[in-house]
């Protein structure tokens, strides 16, 4: 009797074990690289701060921007090279692993994209075509063709919808504006709201931006000067407010500020100003941005109070950083250098902020866009 209690004991404590090991979060990061026309994919262990290499998979050429579905199990890549399209992919929550699942054509070519809150439709902004439109996505969870295309204005850079979804917003690089749209989640249509913009500071380039995670602010970055312009969002109307820039490239960087890339001159080797990407901590404490030219992070206190920030400090990272994600927990950074054949692991201080370099692992050439994602019941 004592011996067959000890052996049930034995593998009760066996199964406890396992299915505790099986519960563990498991996060991945994926990087998309134009030249390569890959996605390469990585384990990120969180308790010992290192980037596994996982797979490398076949996208397209020039894929770029990628987007995460709301529920985390499909990956979206626009491919930018005709024809242009966006590419589903399902994820294996228990490998990480990538399966293609079909595609939907896109008009013209897109700097970015995102799915809005209910996961029903796929943004688009095209910065060449001065255009955004909006895909349906399936029950499966598949993008299809484009059904809806808007003239905005001139370069169009970013598109993202509010957090409840009732509003979508597109940063005008060439129009230093914020277009405004009320967003109607039953037939994916775009109505201008009264005004039609937001201003954003003259000859900053409004690039990229982030909703704060409460949904109180809103966070421009300009790519001409690394300044990030805080708005307060209207929930009721949708209309964006400036409260106040923060200066996110110390004058002691000696950069000019930026341009159009199409429009510096044959030859010119100025050192300008080059701003990227932007994403704000989970906890909403901490805003960061990327600029290319120097290859540095900023690092840029949030006041919970009223939205406004603060710059803190500069950190150097991958060579010309395009892309960057933060993970769900806060923890961890990842940084993509387009000249840099190594993706950048880096832990945030809790209590700072700060970044340090953890772990680098190899990836494809001209890496720029990263996404993460964990599944906590693997």
Same mark, same amino acid.
């Given at each position: 009797?004592?011996?067959?209690?000890?052996?049930?004991?034995?593998?009760?404590?066996?199964? !406890?074990?396992?299915?505790?090991?099986?519960?563990? @979060?498991?996060?991945?990061?994926?990087?998309?690289?134009?030249?390569?026309?890959?996605?390469?994919?990585?384990?990120?262990?969180?308790?010992?701060?290192?980037?596994?290499?996982?797979?490398?998979?076949?996208?397209?050429?020039?894929?770029?921007?990628?987007?995460?579905?709301?529920?985390?199990?499909?990956?979206?890549?626009?491919?930018?090279?005709?024809?242009?399209?966006?590419?589903?992919?399902?994820?294996?929550?228990?490998?990480?692993?990538?399966?293609?699942?079909?595609?939907?054509?896109?008009?013209?070519?897109?700097?970015?994209?995102?799915?809005?809150?209910?996961?029903?439709? !796929?943004?688009? @902004?095209?910065? #060449?075509?001065?255009?955004?439109?909006?895909?349906?996505?399936?029950? @499966?969870?598949?993008?299809?063709?484009?059904?809806?295309?808007?003239?905005?204005?001139?370069?169009? +850079?970013?598109? +993202?919808?509010?957090?409840?979804?009732?509003?979508?917003?597109?940063?005008?690089?060439?129009?230093?504006?914020?277009?405004?749209?009320?967003?109607?989640?039953?037939?994916?249509?775009?109505?201008?709201?009264?005004? #039609? @913009?937001?201003?954003?500071?003259?000859?900053?380039?409004?690039?990229?931006?982030?909703?704060?995670?409460?949904?109180?602010?809103?966070?421009?970055?300009?790519?001409?000067?690394?300044?990030?312009?805080?708005?307060?969002?209207?929930?009721? #109307?949708?209309?964006?407010?400036?409260?106040?820039?923060?200066?996110?490239?110390?004058?002691?960087?000696?950069?000019?500020?930026?341009?159009?890339?199409?429009?510096?001159?044959?030859?010119?080797?100025?050192?300008?100003?080059?701003?990227?990407?932007? +994403?704000?901590?989970?906890?909403?404490?901490?805003?960061?941005?990327?600029?290319?030219?120097?290859?540095?992070?900023?690092?840029?206190?949030?006041?919970?109070?009223?939205?406004?920030?603060?710059?803190?400090?500069?950190?150097?990272?991958?060579?010309?950083?395009?892309?960057?994600?933060?993970?769900?927990?806060?923890?961890?950074?990842?940084?993509?250098?387009?000249?840099?054949?190594?993706?950048?692991?880096?832990?945030?201080?809790?209590?700072?902020?700060?970044?340090?370099?953890?772990?680098?692992?190899?990836?494809?050439?001209?890496?720029?866009?990263?996404?993460?994602?964990?599944?906590?019941?693997?």
């Amino acid at each position: 009797m004592t011996s067959r209690m000890a052996f049930a004991g034995l593998m009760t404590g066996m199964l !406890l074990s396992t299915h505790v090991a099986s519960a563990q @979060a498991a996060t991945y990061v994926y990087v998309s690289n134009a030249d390569d026309g890959t996605i390469t994919s990585y384990t990120l262990d969180r308790d010992r701060g290192t980037l596994q290499p996982l797979a490398t998979t076949a996208a397209g050429g020039n894929v770029m921007p990628m987007a995460l579905s709301p529920d985390q199990h499909h990956l979206y890549a626009a491919i930018r090279s005709e024809p242009y399209r966006v590419v589903t992919y399902r994820l294996d929550s228990a490998s990480g692993g990538l399966t293609e699942q079909g595609s939907g054509t896109l008009p013209v070519s897109m700097a970015n994209i995102d799915v809005d809150p209910s996961g029903s439709y !796929l943004f688009g @902004a095209s910065y #060449s075509d001065d255009v955004v439109s909006v895909s349906p996505i399936d029950d @499966a969870g598949i993008v299809g063709d484009a059904r809806h295309t808007v003239a905005t204005g001139h370069h169009a +850079h970013a598109m +993202h919808a509010s957090p409840d979804g009732r509003f979508a917003y597109v940063t005008n690089l060439g129009d230093d504006q914020i277009a405004q749209f009320r967003f109607d989640a039953e037939s994916g249509a775009l109505v201008p709201l009264t005004p #039609s @913009a937001a201003k954003t500071p003259s000859q900053t380039g409004p690039r990229h931006f982030v909703f704060s995670p409460d949904g109180q602010y809103v966070y421009v970055l300009g790519e001409f000067s690394g300044d990030v312009t805080t708005y307060a969002y209207d929930d009721q #109307s949708g209309k964006l407010t400036a409260l106040g820039t923060a200066s996110g490239v110390p004058a002691s960087f000696r950069l000019m500020r930026g341009m159009a890339q199409e429009t510096i001159p044959e030859g010119d080797k100025t050192p300008r100003v080059w701003a990227a990407d932007i +994403h704000v901590a989970p906890d909403g404490r901490f805003v960061y941005t990327s600029e290319r030219t120097g290859s540095r992070i900023s690092t840029f206190q949030a006041d919970p109070q009223d939205g406004k920030l603060t710059f803190l400090r500069t950190t150097d990272v991958e060579t010309q950083p395009r892309g960057f994600q933060i993970d769900d927990s806060g923890a961890f950074m990842v940084v993509t250098g387009q000249l840099d054949d190594e993706v950048g692991l880096y832990r945030i201080a809790p209590q700072t902020g700060e970044l340090t370099r953890m772990d680098t692992a190899p990836t494809g050439k001209n890496a720029n866009w990263v996404e993460i994602v964990t599944f906590d019941d693997v």
